[in-house]
Every structure is written in structure tokens, then in C-alpha cells.
């Protein structure tokens, strides 16, 4: 496998789709419902604009940054993704290699393919952050967590937005259930997931998550907790009021809420509520340079993408997922200059315009 020759983001999910097994592909490019959020994700970035700053006197901007006293090469980072044995049989190991290779971040999902343990010694000492999806079952929690903690994760994400699967018409049409078993389900007492579909295995773990949850889990782990799915500043409020160390916006990528705003849009508010008081990670439809930079001008901390790198993994393994990471990278070296930001943080003080477009 060789790094890829990437012109852009969104022209991978065509190249992917040619040699991820139909079934596969069409539970990772899907969205909920008629898809209209996952649709509005990526067009809202135009909501916004970038105000060009010239005679700024940059030779090379800087995309280093920190979450948590943690030092990374890039604002970019790996979404928690499920399955990614779908794309790759390295899976999670080779997203978490190619990740490393940039200095990024990774976020490893409850439902890897790959064990915690596993994708943490792949991803060589570079920081990861273990995603937990919730379950009925306590000692199953906790048992991850414990693991998470040993295998040297850094925070964990606590899902919110999947309390049951979206209504993935994808999926429905091609029946799709997981042809590899989920690696940190076998000790789950309903299964590892193999041969049942995404709907079933929400179903299994019958998460009904509150704040009293968040409260629990943030008292057993010493590790940082980040609630993942928030929409609302009132949510992000309720959420640090029950010990969440950080929020993370998003909506899923489209495949939970349909009919929800794009996760840019709502972005700035929670931004203000939050008040510094706690780093924001967002996602959801993340394509370009120019994304990455509005969402962090807009209130991020750090920026994630889910399938762009899920594709890069399918079509070059490690190296795949590092060409995706650093094409991104290059686009939003070249945003930064233009613009006129030497630092991540000067792009986080960045003044955005609102102008109006027809389209
Ligand atoms: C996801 N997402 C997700 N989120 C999570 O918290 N736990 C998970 O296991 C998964 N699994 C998952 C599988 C696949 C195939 C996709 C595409 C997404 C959501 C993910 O973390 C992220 O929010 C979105 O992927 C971001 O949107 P984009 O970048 O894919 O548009």
C-alpha cells in the first residue's frame, strides 16, 4: 500500500466505494431518514466566510495545538468510528497508525473491530481517546473504562445521540448486519455483534443515558470526560454541570437526528455558552481546509472527520489514512496563510462574515 494521490475529500468516497462490499459501504456513507442533515452538514460551512487578511507577513503557519495539556501536529482528528474491519482488515490498527503518523488524535469507538489494547499498541504512544457507548449492563462499563485507562487513553467520549439508531434506510435496504465481530463486545454478555445490525446492537446495550449517567461515569473514571452529540447550548451547560471536562458537537454525521440543524450551524452559540470554560471538539461533514478553519474561528478546539478517513483506510490502509489527515492538513496550511493566521489560535480569533448566497 502507498500514500494516496489526493486532489480532494469528497472525490474518496466514489474510489471507496468501488472496493468496500456494498453492504459495508452503504452503513458507512449513510445517513438517517432522507438524509437531509448529513446533506446540510457539509453545505452549511458556507453560512460562513473567511475574512481574507493580507499583508500578514506569514511564511509558514503553525497547525500545532493541545487538548488537555496533550501536544498534537494538527487541529484535525479521528472521529470514533465503528467497524472499521468493514474498510480494512487492519482496521482500527491502521487508522491508528496512519493518525500517528500525523500527530494527530485518535478516537477509538466502543464497537472497533479491533480491541482497545490492540489499537492502542498500533497507534505506537501517540494519544488516543476511548469512545464509550453506554450499556444497561455496569460492569461492562466499567470494564471498558478500566481497560481504556490501562491501554493509556487520554479521555473518554461519551456518546449521547445513539440512544437508538437512527432510521438508516441504507441499512434497511441491504439488511445489513456486521460480518466481523465487534473485538471489545466478546466479553458483553449479549454478543459481539457478528451477524446483527447496528440497530439491534443499540437495542442490546438499551442505553437511556442522563445527566445522572454522565455524573457516574465521570466519578469512576479519573480520565476526562467529553459528552459527544450535543446540538444546543443548553445541553452543553447541562452537560458540564454534570462533570463533563469537555463537549463534543456533532450529530452523528447525519445518522442519528434527522431533520436536526447542520452540526456548523449551531456551533457559535454553544461556543458562547460554553465560554472556554471546557475544549470543544466538533464534526460532522468536515470536508476542506476551509471547514476546518470556519469551525475552529466558530468555537472549536479540535476538528474531527469520520468517513473521509474511513475511505483513505479502505483504499490504502495506514498510509491511506495519513494521506487523508495530511491532504486536509495542506489545505487548511494554505486557508491559514491566506487568511492571514500564523497559529491555531490566531485562526481561533478569526472573524467570520455572514453574507447571504443565493446558493
Ligand atoms: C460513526 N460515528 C460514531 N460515533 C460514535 O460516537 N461512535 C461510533 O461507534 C460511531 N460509529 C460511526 C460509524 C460510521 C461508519 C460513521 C460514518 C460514523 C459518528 C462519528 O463519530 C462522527 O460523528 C461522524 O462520522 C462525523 O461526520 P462525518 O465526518 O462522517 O461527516
Known sequence: ENKLDILNLPSLEAEAKKIIPAGGFGYIVGGSEDEWTLAENTKAFSHAQIVPKVLSNIEQPDLSTSIFGISLKTPVMMAPTAAQGLAHSQGEKDTARGVAAVGGLMAQSTYSSTSIADT??????APQFFQLYMSKDWTFNESLLDEAKKA???AILLTSDATVDGYREEDIVNNFQFPIPMANLTKFSEGDGKGKGIGEIYASAAQKISEDDVRRIAAYTDLP????????PEDALRAIGAGAAGIYVSNHGGRQLNGGP??????????KAVNHQVPIIFDSGVRRGSHVFKALAAGADLVAIGRPAIYGLALGGALGVQSVFEQLDHELTITMQLAGTKTIEDVKRAPLTHFNYAD
Do not use: C, H, R
Open 262 to 271: 447542520a452540526s456548523f450551524d449551531v456551533l457559535p452559540a454553544i461556543a
Open 120 to 125: 492502542a499498541a498500533a497507534g505506537e504512544g
Open 225 to 232: 470526560v467529553i459528552v459527544k452529540g450535543v446540538q444546543s
Open 152 to 154: 493509556g487513553a487520554k
